[in-house]
């Protein structure tokens, strides 16, 4: 015997429930089912897959679980549309996975994302996302010193301007991070004079896209994103984990 003899490793095959979720999850990707549709019974699916009901009760589960689906008791299981906030409660708890807000992940995320919104919502944006953006500053405007209020109004004020962009997308990238960003808007905008700056900063903003100059759109909301990090790093202590 020249050696040890050595085996290569062998790959973990995947459970069958597993192998009948992907194939249901393809079908109803592909459009054979649409929203609102009611599978085939247990039975029939049991019968069309070869397996136990167990194994199609596993699938179904899995595929409950990840929200493409609601099992209705009697009334059999319903194709149902993939939610945001799914999205958005996924994110949060990576971002908190060891218990505080990591601000340079998340900042680091929104500028990549806001300042392409941006740009794209002074190439795509209609006279009516104009308006909006505009009536949302203005009703931020005069939120000043309730930090609830113009927190949330913040947040609505950036989600127009993603919306400008017409692309779906856009918000439930969005979104992902809004639950974060709430920390950040709550305590920079508690400082009065932070108020007043950011309002000058939305302002070009809004100037820019009104303009449908991309390229300024983009520039005005950096400048915005960088002035908000600064006011937030400001405000964390040296030793405070959350200012990272």
């Keep these: 015997m020249n050696g040890p003899v050595t085996f290569d490793r062998v790959a973990r095959m995947p459970r069958l429930s ?7 999850l393809e079908a109803i990707v592909a459009g054979s089912f649409r929203e ?22 596993e ?12 099992v209705h008791s009697g009334r059999g299981v319903r194709v149902i549309s993939p939610h945001p906030d799914r999205v958005t409660e996924a994110v ?13 992940k998340v900042h680091e995320v929104r500028t990549m994302l806001e300042t392409y919104f ?13 308006r909006e953006i505009e009536r949302l500053l203005e009703a931020w405007e005069d939120a000043t010193g309730d930090v609830a209020a113009s927190s949330r109004l913040d947040v609505d004020f950036h989600r127009a301007i993603a919306k400008a962009g ?3 997308l856009f918000l439930v990238l969005l979104d992902s991070i809004a639950g974060a960003l709430l920390e950040t808007r709550r305590a920079t905008l508690a400082l009065e004079h932070r108020h007043v700056k950011v309002y000058a900063e939305h302002r070009d903003i809004v100037a820019a896209i009104k303009v449908r100059d991309p390229e300024m759109a ?3 909301m950096a400048v915005h994103l960088s002035g908000v990090a600064e006011t937030w790093r400001s405000q964390r202590t040296p030793g405070d984990d959350a200012s990272r």
């Design 59 to 70: 699938a179904v589960r899995t595929l409950a679980t990840r929200g493409v689906v609601e």
């Design 118 to 130: 941006a740009g794209v919502a002074a190439e795509r944006g209609t006279e009516d996302d104009h």
């Design 18 to 24: 597993d192998t009948v979720a992907e194939h249901m």
């Design 36 to 57: 609102g549709d009611i599978l085939p019974s247990e039975r029939e699916l049991s019968e069309q897959f070869g397996v136990s009901r167990t194994v199609i009760r």
């Design 166 to 168: 017409h692309n779906e």
């Design 92 to 104: 949060s708890l990576l971002l908190r996975a060891d218990g505080v807000l990591d601000f340079g």
């Design 218 to 220: 983009r520039r005005a």
